[in-house]
T-cell receptor
């Protein structure tokens, strides 16, 4: 049972390049989330999907787009990467729809934008 | 605005000593409160959560937290710390009545000395 998996683990981009971070969960969870973690700032919610077919903005959505491809997969896309998007990105999932349930986190993707 | 404050950036305790990590929240309604732990290079794991009822909640790994509405606090405690407790600890709040959001505090880094 893999839980929440994220690919890639590491990525280096140049300013202006685009990329998609992939997240998948095998726990049949309804909700999925994307966070970024920056030193001294904790984790900040970028987008979440309470159920298949729905997405909602979190605290810091600007510069990102998301797709809930199916119940298992939730991708995060950077259309034109900027140095301010250098961060560690975490995907999470939870059983219930909404933000009050226990979240299970993936191992993270470390992204550097030069 | 809703927020979570963890006033201690870093705490050092001796193995076997007691531990208290502070968390204060700013939210008008009854909050949904969480404590998560992050080991180095890992994702986050839920320690415990509070929604309603008994204000003293028990979690995994021997941790407990007490909700005090009068102080807007949700402090995490452990009576006897083990070396394996060294990690980063995050308090978090889910807010539902003014737009669904999830906020993490900035974290407290715990060092355990033998």
């Amino acid at each position: 049972n893999a839980g929440v998996t994220q690919t890639p683990k590491f990525q280096v981009l140049k300013t202006g390049q685009s990329m998609t971070l992939q997240c998948a969960q095998d726990m049949n969870h309804n909700s999925m989330y994307w966070y970024r973690q920056d030193p001294g700032m904790g984790l900040r919610l970028i987008y979440y999907s309470a159920s298949e077919g729905t997405t909602d903005k979190g605290e810091v959505p600007n510069g990102y787009n998301v797709s809930r491809l199916n119940k298992r997969e939730f991708s995060l896309r950077l259309e034109s990467a900027a140095p301010s998007q250098t961060s560690v990105y975490f995907c999470a999932s939870s059983t219930l729809a909404g933000l009050t349930d226990t979240q299970y986190f993936g191992p993270g993707t470390r992204l550097t934008v030069l | 605005a809703q927020s979570v404050t963890q006033p201690d950036i870093h705490i050092t305790v001796s193995e076997g000593a007691s531990l208290e990590l502070r968390c204060n929240y700013s939210y008008g309604a009854t909050p949904y409160l969480f404590w998560y732990v992050q080991s180095p290079g890992q994702g986050l794991q839920l320690l415990l959560k509070y929604f309603s009822g008994d204000t003293l909640v028990q979690g995994i790994k021997g941790f407990e937290a007490e909700f005090k509405r009068s102080q807007s606090s949700f402090n995490l405690r452990k009576p006897s710390v083990h070396w394996s407790d060294a990690a980063e600890y995050f308090c978090a709040v889910a807010t539902l009545n003014t737009g669904n959001q999830f906020y993490f505090g900035t974290g407290t880094s715990l060092t355990v000395i033998p």
